[in-house]
């Protein structure tokens, strides 16, 4: 019997790129026999635990959370744990022709739960189901768009959103985000773009290798203090963002020597590490760099229990610029000459070797749905509940940060 373990996450981006949801999967130490379900109850009540909170409600903001609906599930108390507001279970059409589906589907439409309706013929729909849904799934065909648009057209008539699966090219975004879907976009958000509109580092990015070459090398406050001053913005987010709730500092950080006589240099070079990213102006860079900051603390939070804290952030920073090549439009090699990394940090970036590239390479592994997964975590001795949680809470870390 299947037994599932990781959850491995595809972002869904809407037609300017930012990423409005996520689907969450369930991968399985074994492709063969049938589904758990006991096994995926409790991965969705651990979902829910994790992204709900009874104070804050659903942690990850108004993003939307995908599920497959699978059989045997659609009476299961876990799904009443999740936000239903925050939560969309795809659907195949044959459960709308089985009664007991049927009236499930209802039920859960009744409490909020969203319902994406996938493998139908929109043009053959039965006008009925059009009230139970919220969400269609459509199968772009790259070679028919024009016929395509036409029933998309037509269905933007109601109130069900489309979205668009299998989008495997940057021209079919295009055609899909003109056309109002929003998108699952599988790994084509980590292919790079033809002709990106901006290569190279902006004039807030050198400043802030200026700062993390500073840091390094252990410069004077006041002479960092000088660098900052020369860029009020720069300042103003690098502080916003030691202050978010990402940091969970009690006290608020009033100025730079402030957060060094709190946190000493070392965070402050984790920190640099994020706003160098988000400084970026390359046209594709809010996808990226969401991934690039839940890489980043989903590497960290692996390595934690194995490492010292200076360790963890070197991972933190490992995973940040395991995508500054993408955001820069520039080869890893060249990024890698303008900045001052540890051996250690290169070795993971160039060949996710090292001691931190494999932790690197299992945070990778879950957005990727790479079958090297379960191998990974258990070269690195680390349960699959402990990546699991690590995952979703560097999701919800993220969340955070971005929102500073």
């Given at each position: 019997m299947s037994q599932p373990n990781f959850i491995v996450r595809e972002p869904l981006l809407d037609p300017a790129q930012r990423v409005v949801g996520f689907q969450l999967s369930w991968q399985s130490k074994s492709a063969?026999?049938?589904?758990?379900?006991?096994?995926?109850?409790?991965l969705i009540a651990f979902v829910a635990d994790e992204l709900n909170d009874e104070e804050n409600g659903f942690l990850l903001g108004d993003s939307i959370i995908f599920l497959e609906a699978v059989p045997g599930l659609l009476q299961a108390a876990s799904l009443k744990k999740l936000a239903p507001a925050n939560t969309v279970l795809i659907f195949s059409k044959r459960y709308f022709g089985d009664q007991q589906s049927l009236d499930a589907i209802k039920e859960l439409r009744q409490l909020g739960f969203g319902i994406c309706l996938r493998n139908a013929d929109a043009t053959a729909l039965d006008r009925s189901i059009f009230s139970l849904i919220t969400h269609f799934e459509v199968q772009i065909d790259g070679a028919n768009l024009a016929a395509q648009a036409k029933t998309y057209a037509a269905l933007k008539q109601s109130n069900v959103q489309?979205?668009?699966?299998?989008?495997?090219?940057?021209?079919?975004?295009?055609?899909?985000?003109?056309?109002?879907?929003?998108?699952f976009v599988g790994k084509l958000h980590l292919t790079p773009r033809p002709n990106p509109s901006h290569k190279g580092l902006n004039t807030t990015q050198t400043t802030i290798l200026q700062l993390m070459e500073m840091i390094r090398k252990n410069a004077d406050i006041q002479q960092l203090e000088t660098v900052v001053k020369r860029d009020a913005a720069l300042a103003y987010k690098l502080l916003r963002y030691i202050n978010s709730a990402g940091f969970g500092l009690r006290t608020e950080v009033q100025s730079l020597k402030h957060a060094v006589t709190i946190l000493g240099y070392s965070p402050l070079y984790r920190w640099l590490s994020l706003l160098l990213a988000t400084a970026s102006t390359n046209g594709n860079s809010p996808v990226l760099l969401e991934t690039a900051i839940v890489r980043g603390r989903f590497a960290e939070l692996l390595g934690q229990p194995f490492m010292s804290k200076t360790e963890a952030e070197n991972l933190f920073v490992a995973g940040m610029f395991s995508l500054l090549d993408r955001l820069l439009g520039l080869p890893m090699e060249e990024v890698l000459s303008t900045i001052q990394l540890p051996e250690s940090v290169v070795e993971a970036l160039v060949s996710r070797g090292g001691i931190y590239g494999p932790y690197l390479a299992l945070a990778e592994a879950c957005e990727l749905n790479s079958m090297l997964v379960q191998s990974l975590s258990e070269t690195l001795k680390i349960a699959p509940g402990d990546v699991n949680k690590a995952h979703l809470s560097s999701l919800v870390w993220s969340k955070n940060i971005i929102s500073a």
């Open positions: 063969s026999g049938e589904v758990d379900v006991p096994a995926i109850d409790a489309m979205v668009a699966r299998n989008v495997g090219s940057w021209q079919s975004f295009e055609a899909c985000a003109a056309l109002g879907l929003s998108s």
